[in-house]
């Protein structure tokens, strides 16, 4: 759950009170074109970025646990992994050593066996690959392995940051496609920050459109999405 | 190999060291190996920091000269035992490398080098203001008349310098395989992924500048002795940092053998012409060989001896 989140870079407000609520089980989407604030958000929950006001919480079987001030390594061993916006790969460790480092969340040492097993029968291409450098897959691979280091740490939530980036649209399908698997078989609450309204509704339950740093509108069903006027206007052009 | 095979290896070496001191006479090998030997040790160092964390420290001599003055130090001050010597300098050392981590970290790429470059240049200028330890005249350490076990002063610390040079390249193998190792590796290859996927990047940096640090400080604590008259500028010459960095360069800084072999060929290479041409070749000697690899095989010995494996084996 976040509250009134403001945050910025400098002189730069880009965050002006954003309040959202993810619930157990769900997928959310955030939505919202370039520069409004979607990366800020999911950074400021990962403790990359700080956050000049407000409450980042996470509620677990009734335990509260506030996000803000704590170190990233903190928050991935609460049980978040982020997926970060363009991949963020190590390009020039294989694709078994970046798997590895998803893992290094000390929880996650002890399934590293279990976890890589998993992803490489999940994701087969990354299996071919094992061997080579992550920089040298293709941009569909390498979200695939940004996807899959993620869920080398064992998480509980997964945040995704774009993960539409620089594909072409069969290669996005496959992905957005991957990651409600993931969901599925992992019971994973995932909140995805996503500009391609089409593909994030086909696995959101329901999103919030962010625009410059705020929550323009919350919209409890894809559909409410659909229908309202922003989206109208941004993504399907109307 | 695995690692009890080295441990015997390690041990075999350190007895072969101690047989070869009953057997050779003439010093002069023992001057010229603890000098390679010295530099396994600053380039093990270095490769922890700059090789496994990308982070180019252009300030080996101030951690050098660090644990060298540390001991000069200790030796006027109380006639401190040779043990305390190594492990004060270790310290004293390892600690400077904490507080610069903790000053200059935040910096990358080659401002991170520059800060390290000052913190030389600062360094020297304090020693050379400080009267206790000789100023820029610098100060005489006197050997003990007597080592146990050893015929002299310079067997001994050549015995002494084939440990350290062993522990050094134990803990660089160590990290290597740890965690801690991948986390550097992580940090040197994406930082701010790294950071995302949970590694606690600035408490590995820093575990990376102490330790790197400590073993830099460790191989200088016996300078003072090997010696006898010891001066800022020998101290914090150039030579270290350039060495130090070059070594690993040229073996391979993805592996602790890459420093070993670095500074085996490099310092050797430096022995011999000291010898036949002259000491002032040196540094021509590595700036010409640096660019040579930089160039040609910037993955360095280790790199061209795997991709030859490699093919070997396709």
Known sequence: MVRDVEAGYGAVRVLHGVSMEVNEGETVALLGTNGNGKSTLLKCIMGIVRPDAGEIVLEEDGRRTSLVGRSPEEIVGLGIALVPEGRRLFPKLTVEENLLLGAYRREARAEIAGNLRFCLDAFPVLGERRRQLAGSLSGGEQQMLALARAVMSSPRILLVDEPSVGLAPILVSRVIAKIRELKESHHLTVLMAEQNFNQATKIADRGYIIVHGQIEFEGHSTRELAEHELVKKYYLGV | ?314
């Open chain 2, 1 to 314: 190999m695995s690692g009890r095979v080295l441990l015997a290896v390690a041990v075999a070496l350190v007895l072969a060291a101690v047989a070869l001191t009953r057997v050779l006479e003439n010093q002069y090998y023992y001057f010229a190996t603890y000098v390679i030997l010295q530099y396994v040790v600053l380039a093990t160092a270095w490769n922890i920091l700059g090789g496994y964390t990308g982070y180019v420290n252009f300030g080996s001599a101030a951690f050098f000269a660090t644990g060298a003055y540390t001991a000069a130090v200790l030796i006027k001050a109380v006639a401190a035992p040779f043990p305390v010597l190594l492990v004060a300098g270790g310290l004293v050392a390892g600690l400077l490398g904490l507080g610069i981590g903790y000053l200059t970290l935040r910096l990358r790429g080659v401002f991170f080098a520059i800060a390290t470059l000052a913190l030389a240049v600062v360094l020297q200028t304090l020693v050379v203001n400080w009267g206790y330890v000789g100023g820029s005249r610098g100060i005489y350490t006197l050997r003990p008349a007597r080592v146990p076990f050893f015929d002299n002063y310079v067997e001994f610390l050549f015995v002494v310098m084939v440990v350290l040079a062993l522990g050094a390249l134990a803990t660089a193998r160590w990290i290597e395989r740890s965690w801690i190792g991948r986390g550097l590796v992580a940090i040197r290859d994406n930082e701010e992924a790294a950071e995302c996927m949970g590694v606690p990047t600035l408490r590995l940096k820093l575990v990376a500048t102490t330790v790197s640090g400590a073993l830099m400080g460790v191989a200088g604590a016996p300078f003072p002795y090997y010696l006898t008259y010891m001066e800022p500028t020998s101290a914090f010459n150039l030579d270290y940092a350039i060495n130090s960095l070059a070594m690993p360069m040229i073996g391979g800084t993805t592996t602790w053998v890459g420093p070993l072999v670095g500074a085996v060929l490099l310092g050797a290479a430096q022995q011999v012409a000291t010898v036949t041409i002259s000491s002032a070749l040196n540094l021509l000697i590595v700036g010409l060989v640096v660019v040579a690899f930089v160039i040609l095989a910037p993955e360095g010995i280790v790199g061209l001896f795997r991709r030859w494996r490699a093919r070997a084996r396709a």
